[in-house]
């Protein structure tokens, strides 16, 4: 490599492997790393000083409030390094992966929303007391005078901070539909309009502070609604972007960690026990087992052997396998299931939101009514001004900022709330989804359970037995001989003395007492007969083997969760992959009537549609690879963090930490936050009914008219804030 | 009434000010770590990025 030698960092120029490696890992040569433990200001001084202090370092910079570190480097380094340096200082720090933080583009939305929110309300804070000043009898010469000041300065304001609305408006009519920027805008250019004419005759009313603090008061809902979305679309951007994912490839006997993306078909990967496949591919060396739930919900381990097939996502759990890739990215068994999502999504009907229906019903009664008064008016007086000024003065009374915020002030105090419970919305209508539901579907494997395996009881054998059993599992990684391992702990059981110790990948540990050969592994290997649930076998030398029986481990507040659901909600559901007998089995334990075993991820997705077919509002929550269809399939779908990306992807709520029970609640407050949305509907109606027969009366002023919007917009915030 | 050929140009330009100051911390992407912020002026440490070569 011609560049190494200009580089500018001698430490890269020290380790070539290390410079071949970066190459890989590194975009550019700024690196993100997330530190989950940082909330100190020592902290911040703590880790940009060991960062800084690296030679390869130019910049470290924290941010206390995503808890990252960015580091800007001289040179390609490889991040373990730096993950190395902050654990020396007692920091957990994971890589993130820079270009799934799609962070900029929504940053500048939210910067753009931002700035033309503080130039409507600068506009609007002067106009408004320019307006004061009208109000209070300002007449003749000084009223024109500060009817034209306000003019120049709400005019610009306006037409810059309405943006928003007028493109969303253009695109709605061009697409032959109404939506609520139609009348929004509408009414907005009506007023300047007659506004300026008025001014212009020396009128009596002009609407200026009106556009422009209908103009702020939308800016602010729609602030709120992208606040929202975006801190929970950049918490579940952030879980993909943790997920960076390596594999370890031979080329040439050496070893090299690379980016998967950078895999092609026909490389050899090696996958060490206790890793996840990263792509597609044969084995072609090597035995160990399998553990495959991920992708189909079963969860006892298989065995696997030269020439099997191995799919992206499976665990491998005792032996290291070489793997030749024979898929990677868009072929991999991950795009079959694609497929199948996008077959569930042209299936799901398409949700018209709250806001939406409003919409419809409002705009066309609202340009009905002010083309009504106008044609009234001007038959009547056959006046042309009076007929437009009260035809303008209809479409601002009605008061769409009141339904502009009655929606995001909403969801964005439910949203709050929810945050804080550690769940993040990710789709703007999930919370009114929620609110519906009245069927739960659960996925069994790594939603109920946390996919550990647990022993059920100790069987009713000798001491010896047991010690012996404690040593052989202590000595393997495989998840069955952990929990082994850890109940026999637990149990106050010792551990017999063994020699010659060994792990045979894939089928077991065996060891030798006194002289006699002792095993523990899977059931043809020691010679057992198998039983029909996920267990070990211990064979001492040619007596009787005796059976370990292991049950999935339910998560905390799993119980808890499903009373709750039963009470508030309505029927549970318990759908899986895994074999008739350990579903039942979990069932029964969380008394659950509903339930179905073996199910594949098509026919997963067919029961979530044979349920709405009943009419039932379902919301389904799961983790793996087989669930993806189902949870595109319901109403809404909740996954949690500890899932697969690709069913993080077609949920709509992702939930953090591992407790289900945080889940309580939560169509309750989704209930709740519906109820408040529709009594905020109703108070801007409410307003309407008194206010619109004013205006068209020809009764209303500017004033009434800044009454009634800022009125009636502080109550429908203020109910918002009910959301308990 | 002829003071108001100062005053209303005055308030308007303090509005003004106002709002550029705004409009400038938001250009600097003073808001982008807040809690950070906060804590920062705690600690003695020479925090003048980007560190000079």
């Known amino acids: 490599m011609a560049h190494v030698s200009i580089s500018a960092c001698p430490a890269c120029n020290a380790s070539p492997l290390a410079e071949r490696i970066a190459s890989d890992a590194l975009v550019g040569d700024s690196v993100v790393l997330m530190l989950p433990t940082i909330h100190c200001s020592a902290c911040i001084v703590n880790v940009e000083r060991k960062l800084n202090a690296m030679t390869e370092v130019k ?40 270009s799934l933080l799609a962070q900029s583009e929504m940053e500048k939305a939210s910067r753009h929303l931002l700035t033309r929110l503080a130039v409507s309300g600068f506009a ?149 026990p206790g890793a996840r496949v990263p792509v597609d591919g044969d084995i072609i060396d090597g035995s160990s087992e399998v553990d495959r739930s991920i992708l189909t919900g079963e969860i006892r381990p ?8 191995l799919h992206a996502g499976e665990l491998n759990l005792t032996g290291p396998l070489l793997v030749r890739v024979t898929a990677v990215g868009r072929d991999t068994s991950l795009h079959q299931i694609a497929e199948l999502v996008a077959i569930a999504e042209s299936g799901r009907s398409k949700y018209t939101s709250i806001a939406d229906k409003a919409a419809r019903l409002y705009a066309p009664g609202v340009h009905i009514l002010s083309a009504l008064s106008f044609v009234f008016w001007y038959v009547y007086s056959a006046d042309l001004r009076v ?52 069927t739960v579907v659960f996925d069994k494997t790594g939603t109920l359970t946390n996919g550990m395996p647990q022993l059920v009881e100790l ?98 507040g799993a ?47 067919a029961y979530i549609a044979a349920l709405q077919a009943q009419g039932k509002n379902v919301l389904m929550i799961g983790d793996g690879l087989n669930d993806t269809a189902a949870l595109t399939a319901a109403n809404v779908s909740i996954s949690p963090a500890s899932a697969l990306d690709a069913a993080r992807v077609a949920s709509d709520v992702v939930f953090l930490g591992g407790r289900l029970d945080n889940l309580i609640g939560v169509v309750g407050l989704a ?51 009910r959301v308990r | 009434m002829d003071v108001l050929v100062y005053l209303i140009p005055i308030s308007i330009f303090l509005g003004g000010v106002g709002l550029f100051g705004f409009l400038y911390t938001l250009r600097t992407k003073q808001y982008d770590d807040p809690e950070g912020d906060a804590r920062r002026i705690l600690s003695d440490e020479w925090d003048d990025h980007p560190k000079p070569d």
């Not at chain 1, 120049?152 to 969303?168: D, E, H, K, W």
């Open chain 1, 59 to 98: 910049d470290a910079r924290v941010n206390l409030t995503l808890k990252r570190v960015t580091i800007t480097t001289n040179c390609s380094v490889p991040i373990e390094r730096f993950v190395a340096a902050l654990a020396e200082i007692g920091y957990a720090a994971h890589e993130l992966d820079p």
């Open chain 1, 124 to 272: 609007m804070m002067n106009v408004m007391l320019l307006s004061a000043a009208v109000w209070s009898g300002a007449d003749g010469v000084t009223r024109d005078m500060f009817h034209w000041i306000s003019a120049m300065i709400a005019v610009p304001a306006t037409i810059y901070a309405g943006q928003p609305f007028f493109t969303s408006a253009w695109t709605a009519l061009r697409a032959r539909h109404l939506n609520m920027d139609v009348p929004i805008s509408l009414a907005i250019f009506l007023a300047l309009g007659t506004s300026l004419y008025e001014t212009n005759l020396s009128g009596e009313h002009a609407y200026f502070d009106a556009a422009i603090s209908l103009t702020f008061f939308l800016l602010a809902g729609r602030y709120l609604d992208h606040k929202t979305r975006s801190v929970a679309r950049s918490a579940a951007q952030e879980l993909s972007a943790m997920e960076v994912s390596r594999a370890i490839v031979r080329r040439d006997d050496a070893d090299v960690t690379v980016n998967v993306k950078s895999l092609v078909v026909g490389d050899i990967v090696v996958v060490r």
């Open chain 1, 302 to 309: 298989e065995f696997v052997d030269v020439e099997v097939k």
């Open chain 1, 387 to 438: 007929s437009l000024n009260i035809a303008s003065a209809v479409l601002i009374i009605t008061c769409p900022c009141a339904l502009g915020l009655a929606v995001p002030a909403v969801t964005t105090a439910a949203s709050g709330r929810l945050y804080k419970k550690g769940l993040l919305i990710k789709s703007a209508t999930a919370l009114e989804r929620l609110a519906q539901i009245d």
């Open chain 1, 459 to 556: 069987p009713k054998t000798d001491a010896l037995s047991l010690q012996i059993a404690a040593s052989l599992a202590s000595a393997s990684m495989h998840p069955l001989s952990v929990a082994l391992s850890k109940a026999l702990t637990e149990s106050g059981t010792n551990m017999a003395n063994l020699t010659g110790v060994e792990e045979i990948p894939g089928y077991g540990v065996q060891g030798y007492f006194g002289g006699r050969l002792v095993k523990l592994g899977r059931a043809e290997w020691v010679g057992a007969d198998a039983i029909d649930e996920t267990a070990t076998y211990l064979r001492l030398w040619e007596m009787e083997p005796i059976t370990f029986a292991f049950q999935d481990a339910l998560r905390d």
């Open chain 1, 559 to 605: 119980f808890e969760l499903l009373k709750d659901i039963q009470h508030q909600v309505g029927d549970v559901h318990i759908l899986s992959g895994d074999s008739e007998q350990a579903v039942a089995a979990i069932a029964a334990r969380l008394q659950v009537i509903n339930y179905a075993a073996n199910e594949k991820p098509q026919g997963k997705a």
């Open chain 1, 671 to 721: 209930r709740q936050s519906q109820r408040r949305i529709k009594e905020n509907f109703r108070i801007a109606s409410f307003y309407n009914v008194i206010a619109v027969p004013i205006a068209m009366l020809g009764l209303a002023t500017p004033f009434i008219a800044a009454l009634a919007m800022s009125l009636s917009s502080i109550t429908v915030t203020l109910n918002a804030l």
